[in-house]
């Protein structure tokens, strides 16, 4: 028994009261007393009456009389029976299908001035197509056109995947000539599943693009799976696909440990949701309607899945804005302008990570994250054969950070194969290898961790000198 209830029976054994359900019995078994007026006494103050008290007490304990309780729940069960529950009386929409199968579809247009955050949903129809396949890697996007594009996101039963489980709403933003719209195709039960997917093939096959948040690892594979069940063909593959959680990631994962929808548009778009409920208990919100035929619970559940799809759009406009500005500029973090210049590291843009990482660098001056910036650039340097400017680079790496070798190897390199300069190449050598032992043997923590290949390239290095000058090895220690 827990502590609550031994105090509740304790209070009302100290009060003589009873529960309401004890009440109402014992008052069935007995005509109702006729109403009199209570005598006044003259020793002391009006004693309570017993149904009084017992009311008191439950007000103050916040609950509710057994016969209370038996009426809200007769009247849940009229407004039930009634339809006034139904999730078309509580959400709106309308019913599309037939008498087979049949879901509610529930549409909304939203102003393109409409305001996610700080963006308003008219910012993704600038979005520049160059900055969207950058973005995401993916040169085939080079032709991403916002106009005719589809925002989808899925609710469904759980995250395992698999046969047995669906999506139970279906969500696509689309934008028209005037406006953001946003139509919600909701299963009322199973078998409304078939007309739900003719529904969502339909507006799939009208579009060029799909944007999505982890679509391509969860929500395509998914209906691409209910699609193959009902016996319905599956284009969704055919056609461009944004999964804006790689381009969180490539932005943002550095500065922001959590790159889920929800955290990005908290700390990206300045969202706020009001009324929201956790993702975690979507699932659990749409069984409990199947049971209880009950969907105001679902109200949330609606509001969560029109947040993430607008978070979509937003955040789309809101990349390519950031991107538009001038070397990284529109990033206002130093980790996130650091990430831009990664990005183009990656695709081999070197010219623009000479761009991007000198604007870096004249930026940050003091920042840790300088020594990546710097090891990006002279690779760069290398690349783009720009031999002067890559043993700057190089020569101020290793003066702000002596500990990181790859300065000292890669101007090795240099002086020992371009410059033909084996005195400068062995000294280089030496300088590194010394900074080490002054350091106790703590190695370098960032691109080059073993100190071995300087070993040999100095060996290498002293054995021609001996060649040149007719000294061994141990002569030129």
Known sequence: ??????????LMKQHQLQTGAEWERVRAERPAPERRAAPISSEGPEETPQPQRLRELLDRLAMI??????RRREEEELRRESGALDVQQVIGGEII????SAFLLLRRDYPIEHRQGKVALGTALET???????????PSLGDF????TLFVDTETIGLSGGTGTIAFLVGMGYFTESAFRLDQCFLRDYD?????LRCVAELVGRHEALVSYNGKSFDLPLLRTRFIQNRIPFRADAILHLDLVHVARRFWKRRLADCSLGNIEREILGVQRQGDVPSFLIPQLWFEYLRSRDARPLEGVFYHHRMDILSLAALTGWVSQCLEAPAGDGFHYQEDRLSVVRVYFQQRRYQEVLEHGER????????PLRQECLEMLGLACKRLHAWEKMERVWEQLAAEFPRTLIAYLELAKHYEHRCRDLLRAEAVCRRALEHLQEESGVRAVYSLQDPEPLHRRLDRIRRKLGKVTGLSGEDLL
């Open 192 to 196: 409304d599943e078939a007309a739900m």
């Open 128 to 138: 520049a197509s160059h900055h969207i396949a950058f973005s995401a890697c993916d």
């Open 65 to 70: 009389p057994a016969s209370e309780s038996y």
């Open 360 to 367: 870096f660098l004249e930026l940050e001056a003091a920042s």
């Open 1 to 10: 028994m827990s502590d609550v209830k031994k105090k509740l029976d304790s």
């Open 97 to 100: 299908g037939d008498d087979d």
């Open 145 to 148: 056109d916002p106009r005719k």
